[in-house]
């Protein structure tokens, strides 16, 4: 059964950088190849939002426009790891930050009518900015 785990989050000052990881287990590199791998966050009392999303080929990525420029999504196939590269980082972005795998199109997983039934999350990791 494939898993997913986050890592990387902790608190940082507003403005300062954190490097997020999506680790999958349970699964083959030929398999987890083709999972579109996206990334969500949930702040206290807010619905969840589509952060980035990485197509099963590197070829492309999407992002919400409130981390456009700011935020960058990669892959490692070989190591079954997705990151999230996040700089300029503001209070406005603390939240727990879900990973999440599926088969659908990465163009669609971002989107609230979709995300709702994707394959795979993972169980979260906490970011603060906050001076």
């Known amino acids: 059964q494939v898993q997913l785990v986050e890592s990387g989050g902790g608190v940082v000052q507003p403005g300062g950088s954190l490097r997020l990881s999506c680790a999958a287990s349970?699964?083959?590199?030929?398999?987890?190849?083709?999972?579109?791998i996206a990334w969500f966050r949930q702040a206290p009392g807010k619905k969840r939002e589509g952060v980035s999303c990485?197509?099963?080929?590197?070829?492309?990525?999407y992002y919400a426009d409130s981390v456009k420029g700011r935020f960058t999504i990669s892959r490692d196939n070989a190591k079954k790891t997705v990151y999230l590269q996040m700089n300029s980082l503001k209070p406005e972005d603390t939240a727990v930050y879900y990973c999440?795998?599926?088969?659908?199109?990465?163009?669609?997983?971002?989107?609230?009518?979709?995300?709702?039934?994707?394959?795979?999350w993972g169980r979260g990791t906490l970011v603060t900015v906050s001076s």
């Open positions: 990485i197509s099963s080929d590197n070829g492309s990525t």
């Open positions: 999440a795998a599926d088969h659908s199109p990465a163009s669609t997983i971002l989107s609230d009518w979709v995300s709702q039934y994707l394959e795979v």
């Open positions: 349970g699964i083959t590199n030929d398999d987890y190849n083709i999972y579109a």
